[in-house]
């Protein structure tokens, strides 16, 4: 078993920057692709950025290219999305998912753990 847990949400001006962390525990999930989805207020949980095991391979929804980040520190057990130039529909609670896999994914029935999420509120 995997546990995961977010950390670093909070409110901030639409232009900022934030940087959440996914801190693993139970497990190393270096073998583990990682991921991060958001739920935007009244709308269904959609996919954010993407990272494989080594770290070589991502991926990212087209409304975050450009100014989303998702990284890892295997050695720490943590996986990172640093987020600028936020928007106001970047609002949602974003969570964090490992696999078993460590090839990237995309979608959310291919994660097999999940964390509870943090709130990003984005004021414009």
């Known amino acids: 078993q995997v546990q995961l847990v977010e950390s670093g949400g909070g409110l901030v001006q639409a232009g900022g920057s934030l940087r959440l962390s996914c801190a693993a525990s139970?497990?190393?999930?270096?073998?583990?692709?990682m991921g991060w989805f958001r739920r935007p207020p009244g709308k269904a949980r959609e996919f954010v950025a993407a990272?494989?095991?080594?770290?070589?391979?991502?991926y990212y929804a087209d409304s975050v290219k450009g100014r989303f980040t998702i990284s890892r520190e295997n050695t720490k057990n943590t996986v990172y999305l640093q987020m600028i130039t936020l928007k106001s529909e970047d609002s949602a609670v974003y969570f964090c998912?490992?696999?078993?896999?460590?090839?990237?994914?995309?979608?959310?029935?291919?994660?097999?753990?999940w964390g509870r999420g943090t709130q990003v509120t984005v004021s414009s």
């Open positions: 998912a490992a696999r078993r896999l460590s090839t990237a994914a995309m979608m959310m029935i291919d994660y097999d753990y």
């Open positions: 139970g497990r190393t999930i270096s073998t583990s692709a």
């Open positions: 990272i494989s095991a080594t770290g070589r391979t991502t």
